[in-house]
């Protein structure tokens, strides 16, 4: 999803910032063009030819950072968006406190499987932070939003009881 934007030294230019998706950080574009970035710096390049540094600040909520000034590009989220996409971190230490509590023989093989259910909430994480900062219609993007952990949590009990019957 591209947010188009204006620096105002420079109105000029047609700049858009890609949000993130799922296994992309957020870019710089300039003509619909993804601009290099080097060391976190993203080098536009002026009709003069000098180029000014852009940079991009917290890739959950991105913002722009030109010349110290933080340009906000992304709309704010709801509380509700916040709740949604740090939600399933918590199931992080949930899967660590179930593999201590059945016993240390089985630890490093629960700890695994803790490791597993870590990915899979990091995957619903950044899944879940792609749709609420798509263009969908907000009932759309709050539906979405609410399936993907449930489903995450019914495909990580899935993979693990598999694994488990398998040994």
């Known amino acids: 999803m591209d947010y188009p934007f204006t620096l105002p030294d420079h109105p000029d230019l047609n700049l858009a910032l890609r949000a993130c998706r799922i296994l992309a950080d957020p870019k710089i574009l300039k003509d619909g063009v993804p601009l290099s970035r080097t060391n976190g710096i993203y080098a536009v390049t ?44 918590v199931m992080i230490p949930v899967g660590v406190i179930m593999a201590r509590s059945w016993g240390h023989v089985l630890f490093l093989l629960l700890l695994v499987i803790a490791a597993f259910i870590g990915a899979c909430s990091g995957l619903a994480l950044r899944t879940a932070v792609v749709i609420l900062n798509s263009r969908m219609q907000p009932l759309t993007r709050y539906a979405l939003a609410l399936i993907i952990p449930p489903l995450t949590i019914v495909a990580c009990t899935i993979v693990v009881n598999l694994a488990l019957k398998l040994m």
Not at 58 to 80: E, M, R, Y
């Open 46 to 89: 002026l009709a003069d030819g000098s180029t000014l540094d852009l940079k991009i600040k917290n890739t959950l909520i991105p913002k722009i950072k030109h010349a110290g000034q933080v340009i906000d590009v992304v709309p704010k989220p709801s509380g509700f968006w916040i709740v949604e996409v740090y939600a399933p971190i």
